[in-house]
């Protein structure tokens, strides 16, 4: 994630702002310009950055940012739609209700825009369904009820279901001791599930699906059955020499979803690095250090991302240590998942310089509520 600041004053924002705490002025994520700025009014509900005249852009609200205050994005001055590039995603929303309802929304959709924030920074904005019925891809945030039972999150044909569940701290953070997750946040599971949608995007020829099928394993093995297989007796022995989390040893698809998420981990949190300007210079010259980039704006090699993520992950993890808190990164990159995230990357770095995967304003939107 890039660091942002206020247009009007020069404080620090953050990406979730929507209000300036220096001056006090209104927030918007410009998505054209891929940067947080300060907004001023203009006619007709429109809004400009401060300082611009007649000549700049214009922009208006999401609805979901002047209405339901869950969203903070801004669109074109003439964008047909009236919601964001990442609430057009949303197609079902919890019933609100019910008021823990809306904060679950909320943080749903505060998560969502990190994800798309990152794709975007790969070049791998994604399409709605609303343009695209068929490769297109939509979220549907639901709640367990007695009519419906419990929500499973997942994915299946372009669409994202997710729990809201997993919004609540205090629930997510009793499954994940109970399942022995070193790590589950919500925005993981948005990083996890969006790599289900990538494989159907990614893999459309053969030749990389045989690659896929040399480091991860055969897709076509039964997933049910590699799934209960899983549970009822845990995952493979050794698996921490061959695969990024114990889950991803179930089966291939969760594999490579496991190792996507931790794709997005590593450049998000490297962005962050780069972006304030973090280095490390130790005391001795056999300790991990960490250099910035000389040419941010050039593509990064996996070897580069490799090399600033070991330090990286060891100064994060001695500081949660100092601040009494558990390692934050806990995961172990052994050889063979180091191989997979290689695979990642590169077929990242080859998708993006296609055309075919970037976002499509529809004409109409419409979110559903359950």
Not at 198 to 222: H, I, K, N, Q, S
């Amino acid at each position: 994630m890039q660091t942002f600041h206020c247009d009007h004053c020069g404080h620090l924002v953050y990406f979730e702002n929507v209000r300036c705490d220096a001056c006090g002025h209104a927030l918007g994520y410009l998505t054209d310009l891929r940067t947080m700025g300060a907004l001023v009014p203009a006619q007709d509900g429109l809004w400009h950055r401060v300082g611009a005249d007649a000549s700049h852009p214009r922009y208006r609200m999401c609805r979901n940012y002047s209405v339901h205050n869950v969203c903070n994005w801004m669109l074109a001055e003439h964008d047909p739609s009236d919601l964001c590039e990442s609430c057009r995603l949303t197609e079902i929303i919890p019933a609100l209700g019910l008021p823990q309802n809306r904060i679950s929304w909320y943080r749903m959709e505060q998560a969502k825009r990190r994800l798309i924030y990152t794709l975007a920074t790969l070049g791998l904005t994604p399409t709605s369904k609303l343009d695209d019925p068929v490769k297109g891809l939509a979220f549907r945030f639901l709640a367990d009820s007695a009519q419906s039972g419990r929500v499973m999150t997942g994915h299946h044909s372009g669409v994202i279901t997710l729990n809201i569940a997993e919004a609540d701290d205090v629930l997510r953070e009793r499954t994940r001791s109970q399942m022995g997750e070193p790590y589950r946040t919500l925005l993981g599971h948005f990083r996890h599930e969006i790599g289900h949608y990538y494989w159907d995007r990614l893999f459309d020829a053969e030749d990389r699906r045989a690659t896929f099928r040399m480091l991860f394993g055969d897709e076509r093995a039964d997933y049910s059955a590699s799934l209960r297989r899983h549970y009822d007796q845990g995952p493979e022995p050794n698996w921490q020499q061959r695969f990024v989390s114990a889950y991803a040893s179930s089966h291939p698809w969760e594999d490579w979803a496991e190792t996507w998420a931790q794709y997005l981990h590593m450049v998000d949190a490297l962005e962050t690095v780069q972006a304030v300007g973090l280095e490390l210079s130790p005391l001795r010259n056999d300790d991990p250090s960490l250099e910035q980039r000389t040419n941010p704006g050039a593509a990064e090699s996996f070897d580069s991302m490799l090399a600033r993520w070991f330090p990286l992950s060891y100064m994060l993890n001695n500081l949660h240590r100092s601040l009494g808190m558990p390692d934050g990164y806990q995961f172990s990159l052994a050889a063979t998942v180091i191989h997979k995230l290689r695979f990642v990357h590169d077929l990242v770095q080859a998708r993006a310089a296609r055309p075919g995967l970037s976002v499509h304003t529809p004409p109409v939107t419409a979110i559903a509520t359950e």
